[in-house]
């Protein structure tokens, strides 16, 4: 007798098994297995035989015809199958043919004394006595005396009637197979996997059954790719590292085990599916054991969740199991605080990037992983004498850039680094790369680069397989992208791309000359600062008027110094004048804040005289006399220089006084005062005689008008008359 043993190799919820059953008399057992497969042997019993069930016709033969069931041949199978699959067993052969199969007696348990499994298929009339076998031994007598039982009682093959209820219907081709997969509606089926399976050689193709229909389909693993056997011309298959553990493991608990099936799609005529045993999932469990890796093309269509499969196949890439034993991690390199952290968003750089502040003060250009912003595809520009502008002519550059700074702008984000991409070289087609951290970049807890993505304003990059410089996130956003393309969102819409008709007025004089007026009557109008090219003077693209200008700060000197920085921040500004160059002088304002006021409070400038004549002097010299005092920066070597009394000599000179009749009609504290002509008397008391008369008529409702600089307006005087 020889023990087959029942450990079924690596570890794993599933547990292990003994073999396979071919038939109502023919079986697989395996041994113990030592640091791989075990060996397999196949044993018919003696004496008996059962039914034989369907085979389909060779390929190739034109005269071949599928063999449907023999009667009862079908039981007798799945009657050994429930009793043997994942028990141990004994067995003993008793002879050999020429061509090598072995016949003997098979028990269940670690010896003989187990139940002789020949027997009970008599006893059940699943099985008969070969003809022509005598009962000369006390083997024989007792299958004799079996049979004679279950023919008394009528079981099995021995029942009234032909048994045609027993032959399976089997269907080995489906005209459609993707109305088939559709029609089951990603519902767990019943079913179980086919015999054939200890002879494939690829992990994932599993031959299965469908019950209770017999349908017999192959299913390969959704989401999940294996080492597989590889086969060259006439040579002998050569298996990659980990393939024969693999299918091992797959084998050893699946086959012929009782399983539901979930057809999730169908590729190139493939069903793809998951297997679930009431023990454990098997593509989960392949990629915790380190005997697969996910796959792109097919894990969007797990329906059990991608992120279940990522996370196996993390697990096993931490502990480095089998195909992994090599793995390097994309930020090995990088010490936990430089992986995970909080920052505040200080410039929308592109649709891609941004710079954010660390805790330390220092600032950090961050690329969100994995996707890539609008492109200009082929020549989308008429003139070829106008530079390109890529924010404004690459179609949703704008609305992408846009999105980002109305959301991160000044907010503080989590970061997660996903991995680093170093630098490369300019080629003839692709320009060259500094090195890059990419990294998903969220706030509130929402994905910004999956948002941008699914609004149809950025594309998810596609990656070679073996590639894991990638987002952390990334089935989510291929998942988005999805949802974009299905919707037609912004890039993937069929509707014509926005266009941005911006005016670029920097430098223009003539061009200035016109928007000036413009920019003053609407007083306070939203910008966003595009660059800076100094302290006080910055680049402004103005949405409403749809152009960019060159803007200097008012009561600022003029300067050059500082970095160039791209800001992507919105503000909003007063346009007072514009110098000769075409450039706009005024005040910038962002969130109450004056930029000039600001600057001066902390000693980064100094009041301009040409601000004099401004209403924000006042606060001007208040900060500049506050940053004076505290001596820091630009007055950082700043001595107070002692007053002296000046008395003013006039010089005597012929005056001739031109004198009007004036009536006074208002005296301020700082001794301004206010005068009408007396000579023009009759002609403003008609005139507000029709201006009250118009009042009492229509009375004015509160609140109706908002008055903005230069507006001729009236008002109520002190003494209550219009």
């Known amino acids: 007798p020889v023990a087959a043993g029942s450990n079924g190799g690596a570890g794993g919820a599933l547990g292990g098994w003994d073999g396979a059953v071919l038939s109502g008399c023919a079986i697989i057992v395996r041994g113990q297995p030592r640091g791989g497969p075990p060996p397999e042997r196949q044993i018919n019993l003696s004496n008996i035989r059962a039914g034989n069930l369907a085979r389909r016709a060779a390929a190739g033969q034109l005269d071949a015809k599928d063999t449907p069931d023999e009667p009862w041949g079908f039981p007798a199978r799945e009657f050994l199958r429930k009793k043997l699959i994942g028990k141990e067993v004994c067995f003993t052969v008793e002879y050999k043919t020429p061509q090598g199969r072995e016949y003997g007696m098979v028990y269940l348990g670690k010896d003989m004394s187990g139940e002789n499994i020949a027997e009970s298929l008599v006893a059940e009339g699943l099985a008969s006595r070969r003809e022509g076998i005598r009962a000369n031994n006390p083997e024989q007598s007792r299958l004799a005396e079996l049979e004679e039982q279950a023919k008394s009682a009528k079981k099995g093959m021995w029942s009234e009637g032909t048994g045609s209820h027993t032959i399976r219907d089997l269907k080995y081709t489906i005209e459609n197979p993707r109305h088939f997969v559709d029609s089951m509606h990603q519902k767990p089926v019943n079913g179980k996997l086919a015999p054939a399976l200890a002879l494939g050689v690829v992990p994932l193709l ?161 690329h969100l992983s994995s996707i890539r912003p609008p492109r200009l595809e082929g020549d989308s520009t008429q003139d070829k004498n106008r530079k390109l502008r890529p924010l404004y002519d690459i179609p949703y550059m704008f609305e992408a850039r846009e999105f980002l700074r109305k959301k991160l702008i000044g907010k503080k984000v989590n970061v997660t680094v996903d991995y680093i991409r170093p630098a490369s070289s300019a080629t003839e087609t692709v320009p060259a790369f500094s090195e890059r951290t990419c990294a998903t970049v969220s706030i509130g807890g929402i994905n910004i680069a999956e948002a941008l993505v699914s609004k149809g304003l950025a594309t998810v990059i596609r990656y070679r397989q073996d590639d894991d410089q990638r987002s952390s996130h990334y089935d989510e956003l291929l998942a988005a992208e999805a949802r974009a393309i299905k919707n037609g969102k912004g890039l993937h819409s069929k ?116 601000a004099e004549r401004s209403p924000y002097y006042k606060a001007l010299l208040g900060a500049e006399e506050a940053a004076k005092q505290r001596k820091e920066k630009v007055w950082s070597h700043y001595e107070e220089t002692p007053v002296e009394e000046v008395v003013p000599v006039l010089e005597e000179k012929e005056r001739t006084a031109n004198y009007k009749p004036v009536f006074v009609t208002e005296i301020t504290d700082d001794l301004h005062f206010y005068v009408q002509d007396v000579e023009t008397g009759a002609q403003l008391e008609k005139l507000m005689e029709n201006m009250r008369a118009e009042v009492g008529t229509h009375p004015p409702v509160e609140g109706s008008y908002a008055p903005r600089r230069g507006d001729f307006c009236i008002a109520k005087f002190v003494d209550g008359e219009w």
């Open 206 to 366: 599993l031959p299965a059954l469908l019950l209770p229909d017999y349908y017999l389909v192959t299913v390969m693993l959704s989401g999940i790719k294996c080492p597989t056997f590889k086969r060259e011309a006439d040579a002998p298959e050569v298996p990659e590292p980990f393939a024969a553990e693999a299918k091992f493991f797959t084998e050893s608990r699946l086959l012929q085990r009782d399983v539901q099936i979930v057809l999730e799609s169908c590729h190139n005529q493939n069903i793809l599916g998951t297997i679930l045993h009431p023990n454990g999932n098997i593509t989960e469990l392949l990629l915790k054991e380190g005997f697969a890796r996910c796959v792109d093309w097919s894990i969007a269509v797990y329906t059990r969740g991608a992120d279940k499969l990522r996370a196996a196949e993390r697990f096993a890439k931490e502990r480095k199991l089998r195909i992994w034993r090599d793995y390097v991690a994309p930020t090995a390199n990088l010490d936990q605080k430089d992986k995970q952290f909080v920052a505040k968003v200080m410039q929308v750089l592109n649709a891609d990037a941004i710079v954010v502040k660390l805790n330390s003060g220092d600032h950090k250009t961050i």
């Open 495 to 610: 509707k014509e791309v926005p266009i941005h008709r911006v005016a670029d007025i920097s430098g223009d004089t003539q061009k200035a000359k016109q928007f000036l007026p413009f920019l003053q009557r609407a007083g306070r109008s939203e910008a966003v600062v595009e660059y800076v090219f100094s302290g006080s003077r910055l680049k402004l693209f103005m949405p409403k008027e749809t152009c960019l200008i060159t803007f200097l700060l008012a009561g600022e000197p003029p300067a050059r110094a500082g970095p160039p920085l791209s800001m992507a921040g919105g503000v909003e500004v007063e346009v007072e004048s514009m110098d000769k160059a075409g450039n706009f002088i005024g005040w910038l304002h962002i969130e109450g804040l004056n930029l000039s006021v600001a600057l001066v409070e902390h000693a980064l400038s100094k009041v301009h005289f040409t």
